[in-house]
């Protein structure tokens, strides 16, 4: 089987450990392909390579932004130009029903060609300032913050690399981006169009390999101006702790436990429906997975057996069958998740469908977990407070406004939350006291490469997408002007 390989400073070269690792079709257990296992002197002549690019070289961030601009233009459409491929390979690896796969193959085109249009707008600012010096003027201008490591989860391959690559190179930054060790065989596609369409060597490099051998240096390292990630909390916080060293610009998203709050008055087939999109999309494995249903009280019963009888006629299928929900990334999450159903259960929630692995037809050897709800839930319960990320909620009863806001509060994460009512005042009191960074009224999961992504509390902070994307990517720096050179101002108090 043909070898994957790191790309660095514009050439394919394997990992100088010399070992392997093996990619998994989660459908169905059996090795897809084999990728370079890289250790940290891998990213060190990763990081070498992009701060040469930057600091010496100086050919992208200098480039003239409509021509970087025309860059990630085309980048967007040799992605379109691969999408069918794109799609399969996300979806074997993954695990996703290929038509999510290509929704993600769409969207990371328009996250490109955003950002190439965005990167062509007016940026910074001029300033009526003080004459106090004399005549002055003051303007501000972005600049990329130099070298840029990017490092992201398995759940959308394709699409979380290009939620931090498009901005980050749009910007004019030096970046290496390594990928999940789970899923990595998108990222080395795309890394053949950054290739193909000739980015300059070292602007952008790629390290295939583990967080804990390959991507803690990208955190540690001095040579790295900023660290963008997406993964677990836990993950996160070892990453921020390691970037303290030269205290480089850190970029945290991370895990959630998102309310959906759902009142009497909401539209109970599209709650329902709503709610279905919220919690098994991607198998459940979406940070931003509704995953806590909090729901008034008088009409629980209704909205729990109606969303029991959906999620038991989802169709489970491997991805390429195209059914409603895919396997489970990997033997290890497909472990993590089942834990989390024996735990609920031993906790007292009410099991109300679901629980188990589905081993069906096709599926005997694949990670596949049937569409689970927990009813009767307790703010104690871990099922309550934990990420499962998997097709798992819990259902949680409110009979006042103030105790769903609480209710919806209590937790440590911030992610994301929706509330769901035919009030709309109600609507917005809800969502303005959800202490979340991405919510949603009467719907749930819509996410636009126009608007801004990240969370509060210990979801992280920084924002993905949108201007806010952009300006993680930037410095501002502050210019002033003295417009007669000749005369020198005093304040009265330094005389
Ligand atoms: O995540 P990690 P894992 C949650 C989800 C899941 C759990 C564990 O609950 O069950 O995390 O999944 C890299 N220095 N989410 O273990 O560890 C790693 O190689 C630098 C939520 O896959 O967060 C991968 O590229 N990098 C989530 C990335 O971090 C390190 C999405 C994510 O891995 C590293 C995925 C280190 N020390 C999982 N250790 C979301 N919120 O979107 C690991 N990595």
């Not at 392909?33 to 890289?38: E, G």
Request: charged share 20%; hydrophobic share 45%; net charge negative.
């Amino acid at each position: 089987m043909e070898v994957r390989n790191n790309y660095i400073n514009g050439r394919w070269q394997a990992s100088v450990s010399g070992a392997t690792r093996e990619v998994i079709n989660p459908s169905n257990g059996e090795v897809i392909a084999l990728v370079t296992d890289s250790v940290a002197e891998d990213s060190k002549q990763a990081i070498a390579a992009a701060r040469h690019a930057f600091d010496h070289d100086g050919s992208w961030r200098r480039m003239a932004g409509p021509k970087r601009a025309d860059m990630l233009l085309r980048i967007a459409d040799a992605i379109a130009a691969r999408a069918d491929e794109l799609a399969v390979m996300d979806t074997l690896d993954n695990g996703k029903p290929l038509r999510e796969a290509r929704c993600d193959v769409d969207d990371a085109v328009a996250c490109f060609r955003y950002y190439a249009g965005l990167i062509t707008k007016p940026q910074g600012g001029v300033y009526e300032v003080s004459d106090g010096f004399g005549p002055m003027h003051a303007y501000s201008m972005h600049e990329p913050v130099g070298v840029c490591a990017l490092i992201t989860p398995w759940n959308y391959p394709l699409l979380m690399a290009t939620w931090k690559l498009a901005p980050a190179l749009a910007a004019g930054n030096c970046v290496v981006f390594k990928p999940s060790e789970v899923t990595p065989l998108s990222a080395v596609a795309l890394f053949e169009i950054f290739d193909a369409v000739g980015l300059p060597a070292g602007t952008a490099n790629l390290v295939l390999g583990s967080g804990p051998a390959a991507g803690q240096e990208l955190a540690a390292s001095h040579d790295v101006d900023m660290i963008t990630f997406t993964g677990s909390t836990r993950t996160g916080q070892t990453i921020a702790a390691a970037a303290v060293g030269n205290l480089k610009k850190v970029g945290l998203e991370l895990g959630g436990k998102s309310p959906n709050i759902i009142f009497a008055d909401a539209d109970l087939e599209g709650a329902v429906e709503w709610a279905m999109i919220g919690v098994f999309f991607n198998q459940g494995e979406v940070c931003s997975a509704g995953s806590r249903i909090l729901i008034e009280a008088s009409i629980k019963d209704r909205f729990v057996a109606r969303l029991a009888e959906r999620a038991n006629a989802m169709t489970i299928a491997p991805g390429m069958k195209d059914a409603d929900m895919g396997a489970i990334v990997s033997a290890a999450q497909l472990e993590k998740v089942l834990g989390h159903i024996e735990r609920a259960k031993q906790q007292g929630a009410t099991l109300v469908c679901g629980g188990e692995r589905y081993v069906e037809g096709d599926c005997a050897n694949g990670y596949f977990v049937r569409p689970t709800i927990f009813d009767n839930c307790t703010r104690d319960m871990d099922i309550v407070r934990e990420e499962v990320f998997g097709p798992v909620v819990a259902i949680q009863t409110f009979t006042t406004e103030a105790e769903a806001i609480a209710m919806a509060n209590d937790t440590p994460y911030g992610l994301a939350g929706g509330v769901f009512t035919s009030d709309g005042a109600r609507a917005l009191r809800v969502v303005k006291e959800v202490r979340a960074g991405v919510t949603w009224i009467n719907c749930y999961n819509p996410t636009f490469n126009e608007a801004p992504w990240g969370g509060y509390k210990m979801s992280g902070y920084g924002r993905d997408l949108g201007v806010n994307g952009l300006l993680e990517y930037q410095q501002v720096k502050q210019v002033s002007i003295n417009l007669q050179p000749g005369l020198v101002g005093w304040y009265p108090q330094r005389g």
